[in-house]
């Protein structure tokens, strides 16, 4: 292989090569468009039994009989006696005294339309669909049909006729009729055929039956956009045109008139599409891209009700560009483009084209009055007008929708020209529009109404961007169309579906938690009263520091998790005050889970000071920030600081409760005091010894200085020097501070000579196996506390700086993590890489702005990446961003290639299920989660997806704490702990206050053993005097004391090799136990087994004990063997837990 | 052993664990069904099946059902742990020196429980005669390197086995391993309280966090003691080494050595080390030659893009073959 590189080439193998190169990204790109066609595309060798289908559809209109003219009354008694049918008149209904007849004749056409006959159709989530056009004869209709929705009666007659018929010959069609209404306008209804289920292996398809009209049937100028068609006496007096009334004053009906002008010219677009397809070849193989595209992104489908937008208007544009739309009256596009260059062209003007100032002519018709420019951009939202000049393709289409579509577009294109990653996943194959990942913040109304058209999509998007500013950078507005009905039932309406309407906001990150709205000054009174009108009461007139007077509104928060819901309160009071929209009416989803992050608030405020945390985690950081200036300023140290580091969760934004200062006056141990870690290095010395040990007693002996020299200059500060003291390499050992600004710190001493010694240790030859094993794993452990922690620390602080939300997505992740019982299983800081990846590669959606949606998406990724066969690179450091040099992806490839060498060398995969490289060099998640754990983590995922959509989509009442709530089934042992002796019980989830006060009482209540001079002297630690002595309550705030810990530290050296624990740090009452399975595998019997063993004739003893036969032969053959003796490691584990479990459930 | 109120529970079903008999009827069984009898062996290895009763500590302390939450006890309130015993054979341990183990009168024993102390052994075999010593074997190789704490602060707290731990315990004559081996079938109970053992539990880790907080003066003590020590060690090395170097070995030549401190490992030797890989990497160039100046030069430069254009073509493919088996290409 080396050597053939190094071959003379010949000429076609240099083109080759080099075009390769030149058209790398594409060339990758083309291969993955190429697989991703032939996974949508229809394969046209299968579609027999639908043409069988078809060509009987063609018969039966053929063989239609004509009917006699009707009245209204008799039409519809006759179709409902006879057939079974109600024909779906659109609302509103035609009262029964019309005078016009409905007739039906045989059709005069029908054609194959859409995508199917031009080869461009795919498969969607929901099978596709074939459309049918059927003429219906101009005889039937007269001159003024298109007035006052008598042509839609007419068509509505004239398609409930056909379905009678298809359904009478429907035994033959093997099909299923059903009515539906066309873009969910209602006026259009349409028939559905949708083979019955008995061809499993065929195509998925649908068969739409579309009545349309002949171009010349009506008069196009009456149907211009500025014209009115529907007389307001016309529900009052029906087929009477009045004339007390001018008929020009009367406000035009755009929409009425698009929606016959469609059915007129249906066939021509048709042409014209088809002529396109034939000159441009890879036309269709664009138009399919367009369409998974969209599909991804829920525009065009049957749950997009909104945006007015499709295939078919993806494909107009598409022939709009080939004539046209470059520079200079140029054409975008050209024949000979690529399938990709035309999806890319057609993307870039889609995205930045300003369609509301330049509304889009395929056809100008210059010296008419009616089709004017004017007459187009006056009457509709958005204009992109046809081949004739006279239909807008875009008339239901609302700035609302297009503000969206064009959003989706400009990612779409910024995928497209990036070039150090390959989008093609994120633009065609992930799912883009699931609700609660995509938005921000989402609102969910009930559609009450008649036409969500008018009322949301134009006007409730509107006036929220009025009072949201620039706090959002996108309102949307999502609902479904209206579902189809049987032939039999009444047509559905808005009102009564029980569709879901979505508001989802996007926000802007920097602007989106102002506190205050301003406005214009009092003295401008055109713009002061809008202002007003808009806030109603919430405005008001303030002075600023700048001395400027100014209308505005404030929005009065406490604490950061409360600063996130600004936006959903400006969104529930301008709904309220507008539209009167109140509590029940509108769910919002933004701050439910922020009470997962906050102590609950019965929590006596000596354990957690609510009302502390209105300033985040400024207070932790003052404080730390002021430790570090009494370091670096304290004296009568040997050495000096070179560098104090922080390194603990409470540093970088991501605990998840903000950390608070203990209370000054209480002296209580009841609960548990978090210390917060920092790492503080000395300059370089060269009188540290160059042993190991001897740096662990210099260390030590340089803590008892600092602790000392800490107390003495700075009063009000107490120091413990916690030390093991013990004769080893690494040897534990820090100081506890509790500063004067309240807050703890444990503060240990970095010293770089370790490092170079263990290294040494580890390469020195002589080194036996015994002492490289535990000189490589004191490296890990030092490496990671000193050199990856804090520098991590620095990152996610810098991260969560410039992307506020983050905190709160990382906590609420921590949380869900631990509430499953996961804590141990986990590293804080993998959960915290995995979490900052949703913002660094938020594709296919906008980077999180709230912790809500950052929260579900760090879900969503858990389930959707592939951890067995990926290292997830998260660059923490934004380096692949910022360097121009390529050595990033040099980087990139160290850590896919340390993550192959690492499941190389493991081939039971034990470890790195879960790893996460970072670009900076560390890795997490190698040697947990292990397997069991991975797979339990993407289940518990899996399902709190489910859930949550449950939640948003079905629940009126949404209960999202129970995301936080674990399930127990799985364990095959649950230990009971006392809550009144868990330090850290405060913290739970459900706490129940009744253990808080008893907590105290058990726990001061201990006689705590202070050791002195060898014996042990029994102390009450009553403190009954609340004098300010701090040597006592230096004693007595036990920083840092969780007995869980202790507890489950213990269990682990015992029992690592026959069970897993699992247990909630932060507060949680139980401790998870699953036996592994080879317990229960019976081996033979040896003298050193390391494990609590009982003989397998034992267990059988015990079972059968009351007097059945024992079977000697084989006991003989199986007297030897031995399994877990389980109930004896039952009690042995409470024995280990004494006076701290309250009781063990065996479930299994 | 009457002495303790004992409540013989046991569980009869096993099918349903949650539901626990009381019944005193049965509870004998578990030990006692063949009362008298000599105690079972495993077959074909000469190992005695010592079965002991242990109880949850939950049935001793009734203090505790006063506590809301204990009313959960589901769990088995007495269980028979094995252990296995036989009397030493010197043969397998040949390290040991008879004296320390004599044969005569030291019993093997195996699969302790995690919380043994010498009392709970003494408990069980107080009956057979006074025994001299017990050595524990509780620690493995596979204990992490920190755990094995020589001269920690937490020495006095109790040590705990890891599971299947394996002790001799030498009695003071012979008679006590004679009447060892022959011990009957009875029942044993392991729950002992005495004031000597060590707590275990909440008390022993409050115990622990205190001794970890050990008074700083007597801790700074320690300290100094240890690097006078630790000094007066590497006084000794140095003038070992000074001794050495100018001593002339028989060939009569004086061996060299560097003085200097910072490249002597912890045991003296001095190691060179190379430099590393990446250091090199990412020097800077030292000399700007010219790289297009000698026409071999243009000629080494075009057979190496080629080479490179070669491997990313390869690259490529491997690639697209990669996605392909990994079916990303599904939308939905």
């Known amino acids: ?1148 | 052993m009457g002495s303790k109120k004992k409540k013989n529970k046991h569980q009869q079903n096993d099918k349903n664990p949650h539901i626990i008999s009381n019944s005193e009827s049965s509870g004998d069984n578990i030990c006692g069904e063949n009362s008298g009898q000599p105690l079972e062996e495993i077959p074909k290895t000469g190992f005695k099946i010592l079965p002991i009763e242990i109880e949850s500590i939950s049935n001793q302390n009734d203090n505790l059902s006063a506590n809301p939450s204990s009313s959960i006890k589901h769990h088995p309130l007495v269980s028979i742990h094995y252990c296995y015993f036989k009397s030493h054979d010197p043969r397998i341990n040949t390290r040991d020196n008879s004296t320390i183990l004599p044969a005569e009168r030291t019993l093997f024993i195996t699969n302790l429980p995690v919380d043994t102390t010498e009392h709970h052994i003494q408990n069980i075999f107080e009956e057979c005669g006074i025994i001299d010593r017990i050595l524990f074997h509780g620690k493995k190789k596979k204990q992490k390197f920190n755990e094995t704490a020589e001269n920690s602060v937490l020495e006095g707290s109790r040590n705990l086995l890891i599971p299947g731990s394996t002790a001799h315990i030498v009695f003071k004559d012979s008679e006590g391993l004679t009447n060892a081996l022959n011990m009957v079938q009875k029942k044993r109970i392991w729950n002992i309280r005495d004031q000597d053992i060590p707590p275990l539990g909440l008390k022993r880790w409050l115990q622990e966090y205190q001794k970890l907080r050990t008074d700083p003066n007597k801790l700074g003590a320690q300290v100094d003691e240890y690097m006078r020590k630790f000094e007066e060690a590497e006084q000794e090395k140095h003038k070992a080494l000074e001794a050495r170097r100018n001593q002339p070995d028989e060939d009569g030549f004086i061996l060299v050595t560097g003085t200097g401190k910072r490249n002597i490992n912890t045991d003296g030797t001095i190691t060179v080390t190379a430099v590393k890989a990446d250091v090199v990497k990412n020097l800077k160039p030292k000399n700007k030659e010219l790289v297009d100046f000698y026409r071999f030069q243009m000629r080494e430069a075009k057979r190496e893009k080629l080479a490179e254009l070669r491997k990313k073509f390869e690259d490529d493919k491997r690639k697209i073959a990669d996605l392909k088996a990994a079916r990303r290409f599904k939308p939905y």
């Open chain 1, 1 to 1148: 292989m080396e050597y053939s590189m190094y071959q003379p080439p010949t000429n076609e193998e240099i083109q080759g090569l080099k075009e390769t190169t030149d058209l790398y990204k594409s060339n990758l790109f083309k291969f993955q468009i190429d697989e991703l066609l032939s996974e949508v595309s229809i394969d046209f060798s299968k579609t027999t039994s639908l043409e069988n289908i078809l060509h009987k559809l063609k018969e039966i209109f053929e063989n239609i009989n004509d009917q006699s003219d009707l009245s209204i009354t008799d039409a519809k008694s006759m179709l409902l006696k006879k057939h079974g049918i109600t024909i779906p008149f659109p609302d509103p209904q035609p009262s029964d005294d019309v005078k016009y007849k409905f007739g039906f004749k045989k059709p005069t056409a029908f054609y194959l339309v859409g995508s199917y006959p031009l080869k461009s159709v795919i498969r969607s989530r929901n099978g596709f669909n074939v459309d049918v056009v059927v003429i219906m004869p101009k005889d039937i209709f007269q001159e003024k049909d298109y007035m006052n929705y008598r042509y839609f009666y007419k068509r509505a007659y004239y398609l409930a006729i056909l379905s009678a018929t298809l359904q009478y010959k429907g035994l033959a069609l093997n099909v299923n009729v059903e009515f539906g209404a066309l873009f969910g306008d209602r006026r259009r209804p349409i028939i559905l055929l949708k083979p019955l289920e008995n061809n499993s292996d065929a195509l998925d398809f649908t068969i739409r039956i579309l009545p349309c009209i002949p171009m010349d049937l009506f008069s196009t100028q009456r149907l211009s956009p500025s014209r009115n068609n529907i007389r307001p006496q016309h529900f009052q007096d029906l087929g009477q045109i009045p004339q007390q009334q001018s008929v020009d004053s009367l406000p035009p009906t755009p929409q009425y008139n698009s929606a016959i002008l469609r059915d007129m010219y249906c066939v021509s677009h048709l042409n014209l599409l088809y002529k396109n397809s034939k000159d441009c070849l890879a036309f269709n193989d664009a138009c399919k891209l367009a369409k998974v595209w969209l599909h991804q992104r829920g525009i065009g489908g049957d749950e997009d009700g909104w945006s007015g937008f499709n295939g078919f208007v993806w494909k107009m544009l598409m022939c709009y560009l080939l004539h046209g739309g470059g520079v200079n009256g140029g054409k975008k596009l050209a024949n000979g483009y690529s399938s990709y260059q035309l999806v890319k062209g057609t993307m870039d003007f889609l995205a930045n084209h300003d369609f509301i100032r330049n509304p889009v002519f395929m056809n100008k018709l210059e010296e008419s009055d009616e089709f004017s420019e004017k007459s187009f951009t006056e009457n509709f939202d958005v204009v992109f007008v046809d081949n004739s000049g006279i239909l807008n393709l875009f008339c239901r289409m609302t700035k609302t929708a297009l503000e969206q579509i064009q959003h989706e577009a400009r990612i779409a294109m910024e995928y497209f020209n990036e070039n150090k990653a390959d989008r093609f996943e994120a633009l065609f194959l992930q799912k883009v529009n699931d609700i609660k990942l995509r938005y921000d913040n989402v609102a969910k109304q009930k559609l009450d109404y008649h036409d969500p058209f008018i009322l949301f999509a134009r006007t409730i998007p509107i006036q929220l961007k009025q009072g949201l500013t620039n706090r959002v950078n996108l309102i949307t507005i999502n609902y479904p169309q209206l579902p189809t009905w049987s032939t039999s039932s009444e047509p559905p309406s808005y009102s009564f579906s029980n569709l879901k309407l979505y508001i989802g906001f996007i926000f802007n990150p920097e602007q989106s938690n102002r506190l205050i709205d301003y406005g214009p000054s009092p003295e401008d009174e055109t713009a002061a009263s809008e202002f007003r009108k808009l806030w109603g009461k919430k405005a008001e007139v303030r002075r600023f520091k700048d001395g400027s007077i100014l209308e505005c509104v404030v929005w009065n928060v406490k604490g950061i998790e409360e600063r996130c819901l600004i936006v959903s309160r400006i969104v529930q009071y301008l709904l309220n005050l507008h539209y009167g929209i109140k509590g029940k009416g509108i769910q919002y989803f933004t701050g439910q889970l922020n009470e997962i992050v906050i102590p609950s608030t019965n929590i006596p405020k000596s354990i957690y000071n609510k009302n502390g945390i209105v300033n985040g985690f400024r207070d932790v950081m003052q404080a730390y920030d002021k430790l570090v200036k009494q370091f670096m300023a304290l004296e009568n140290i040997p050495l000096r600081f070179s560098g104090i580091r922080a390194a603990s969760p409470a540093l970088r934004y991501t605990s998840i409760f903000i950390p608070q200062p203990l209370a000054l006056t209480t002296t209580n141990i009841s609960h548990y005091i978090d210390p917060i870690e920092i790492i503080i290095q000395f300059e370089h010395s060269a009188r540290w010894p160059d042993d190991l040990i001897a740096i662990q007693k210099m260390k030590i002996a340089f803590y008892i200085r600092l602790a000392s020299e800490l107390e003495l200059q700075f009063p009000g500060t107490c120091v413990t020097v916690v030390a093991d003291n013990s004769d080893t390499i690494i040897s534990e050992a820090y100081v506890d501070i509790l500063s004067d600004s309240r807050f703890t710190f444990r503060c240990r001493i970095y010293n770089e000579r370790e490092i170079t010694l263990l290294d040494r240790g580890i390469k020195d030859k002589k080194s036996n196996q015994l002492k490289k094993e535990m000189y490589t794993k004191a490296l890990e452990r030092e490496k990671r506390m000193f050199v990856e922690i804090p520098m991590h620390t620095l990152q996610i602080q810098t991260l969560c700086n410039k992307w506020p939300s983050l905190s709160l997505t990382i906590r609420l992740t921590k949380r869900w993590f631990s509430t499953h019982l996961l804590s141990d299983h986990v590293d804080e800081e993998w959960i915290e890489c995995l979490s900052s990846q949703v913002y660094l590669e938020p594709c296919p959606w906008n980077r999180p702005g709230s912790g809500f949606v950052g929260f579900l998406r760090v879900l969503k990724l858990i389930t959707s990446w592939d951890w067995n066969n990926e290292a997830m690179i998260v660059d923490l450091s934004e380096e692949n961003k910022s360097s121009l040099k390529n050595n990033t992806n040099e980087n990139n490839e160290d850590i896919k290639l340390r993550f192959k060498n690492l499941r190389a060398s493991d081939g039971s995969c034990k470890y790195g299920l879960m790893f996460i490289g970072t670009t900076s060099g560390s890795a997490w998640g190698i040697e947990k989660p292990s397997k069991v754990v991975a797979n339990r983590i993407k289940d518990l995922a899996r399902s709190a997806l489910l859930y949550a959509d449950e939640l948003i989509d079905k629940r009126e009442n949404s209960e999202f704490k129970r995301l936080f709530v674990t399930p127990l089934s799985d364990y095959d042992v649950i230990i009971h702990l006392d809550p009144s002796k868990c330090t850290r019980y405060y913290q739970n989830i459900f706490v129940d206050t009744q253990y808080l006060a008893h907590n105290k009482k058990s726990m001061s209540s201990l006689k705590i053993y202070n050791i002195e001079d060898d014996d042990i002297v029994m102390r009450d630690v009553k403190m009954q005097d609340h004098e300010e002595n701090l040597k006592k309550e230096k004693m007595v705030a036990m920083i840092g004391f969780d007995p869980v810990e202790y507890y489950l530290d213990e269990l682990r050296k015992l029992y690592s090799d026959v069970a897993l624990f699992f247990h909630d740090k932060h507060g949680g009452t139980i401790i998870g136990v699953v036996w592994k399975p080879t317990n229960f595998t019976p081996r033979p019997w040896k003298a050193n087994t390391e494990i609590n063993s009982i003989l397998v004739s034992k267990i059988e003893n015990l079972k059968d004990q009351k007097g059945s036969e024992h079977d000697t032969n084989n006991n003989n053959l199986r007297d030897q063997n031995i399994v877990l003796n389980t109930k004896a490691v039952v009690l042995e584990i409470e024995r280990l837990g004494e006076g701290f479990v309250t009781g063990i459930e065996v479930r299994k």
